[in-house]
C-alpha cells in the first residue's frame, strides 16, 4: 500500500450541499494533490499543496477549495454541489520534486 | 502544453501471451512519464517511470516500458500476460511547470483472456 489514506470512502450528497472530503500524505511526503476522476475518463488536476500553500490550480471553478496543514494531510471542499460533481476524488502525495506520486484509494462522491 | 494519448481504450490479450499498451506524449523540454494502473473501485498505483537513462524501464509486477524519443512513444509492456493483469492502465506526464501536476491520459482497459 502507498501509504496515503483518504475519508471516506463514499459519500452522497444533494445537490447545493457542501463536502468535505480528508487525505492523509504518505509520510515525508510535502506536496499533496487532488484529482477528479469522472466515470470513463482519466483523473483530471484540480489543484495542489505545498507547504501549506496552494501552488497550481488546474480548471476547477472557486467553489472547489483545499486546505494543507502543518502534518501535510489535507482537505478538499466543494461547495454549492452540483451533478456534474459526482465523481472519484483522489489525493496524491509526493514529494516537492519531479517524483512520482502516490494516490489514495479515492472518495467517491455521489451527487443527488 | 504537455499531453499523452492512449491510442486504444481497450486492449484485449490472451494468458501468457506478451502485451503492449500504447502511450504517446507532446512535452516542451526532457519529459518525466509514468504508467499507472487502476482496478475497479480502486486508487492509482504507480507502476513505474522514465525521467532519465535507460530507455527501457522496469517495473512493477513485470512491467517494462520503453521509452522512444524519435517516436515520442512510451509503451507499456510486459512479456507474458496474467489474468490478474485485467484492470484500467493510464499513461501519465509531469507538467514541469510552476505546479508540477500529473496529466493523465484517457485510459486503456487491458482484458486478459484466460
Known amino acids: 500500500e502507498t501509504g496515503v489514506t483518504q475519508s471516506p470512502t463514499h459519500l452522497i450528497k444533494t445537490r447545493g450541499q457542501q463536502v468535505t472530503l480528508r487525505c492523509s500524505s504518505q509520510?515525508?511526503?510535502?506536496?499533496v494533490s487532488w484529482y477528479q476522476q469522472a466515470l470513463g475518463q482519466g483523473p483530471q488536476f484540480i489543484f495542489q499543496?505545498?507547504?501549506?500553500?496552494?501552488?497550481g490550480r488546474g480548471n476547477f471553478p472557486p467553489r472547489f477549495s483545499g486546505l494543507q496543514f502543518p502534518n501535510y494531510s489535507s482537505e478538499l471542499n466543494v461547495n454549492a454541489l452540483e451533478l456534474d460533481d459526482s465523481a472519484l476524488y483522489l489525493c496524491?502525495?509526493?514529494?516537492?520534486?519531479?517524483?512520482?506520486?502516490?494516490f489514495g484509494q479515492g472518495t467517491r462522491l455521489t451527487v443527488v | 502544453a504537455q499531453s499523452v494519448a492512449q491510442p486504444e481504450d481497450q486492449v484485449n490479450v490472451a494468458e501468457g501471451n506478451p502485451l503492449t499498451v500504447k502511450c504517446t506524449y507532446s512535452?516542451?523540454?526532457?519529459?518525466?512519464l509514468f504508467w499507472y494502473v487502476q482496478y475497479p473501485n480502486r486508487g492509482l498505483q504507480f507502476l513505474l517511470k522514465?525521467?532519465?537513462?535507460?530507455?527501457l524501464v522496469k517495473g512493477s509486477y513485470g512491467f517494462e516500458a520503453e521509452f522512444n524519443k524519435s517516436q515520442t512513444s512510451f509503451h507499456l509492456k510486459k512479456p507474458s500476460a496474467l489474468v490478474s493483469d485485467s484492470a484500467l492502465y493510464f499513461c501519465?506526464?509531469?507538467?514541469?511547470?510552476?505546479?508540477?501536476?500529473?496529466?493523465f491520459g484517457k485510459g486503456t482497459r487491458l482484458h486478459i483472456l484466460p
Open positions: 522514465y525521467i532519465t537513462g535507460d530507455n
Open positions: 496524491a502525495s509526493s514529494e516537492w520534486t519531479a517524483s512520482e506520486a502516490f
Open positions: 512535452v516542451s523540454g526532457n519529459p518525466y
Open positions: 509520510s515525508g511526503h510535502n506536496t
Open positions: 499543496y505545498y507547504r501549506e500553500e496552494e501552488n
Open positions: 501519465a506526464v509531469r507538467d514541469l511547470g510552476r505546479d508540477d501536476k500529473i496529466i
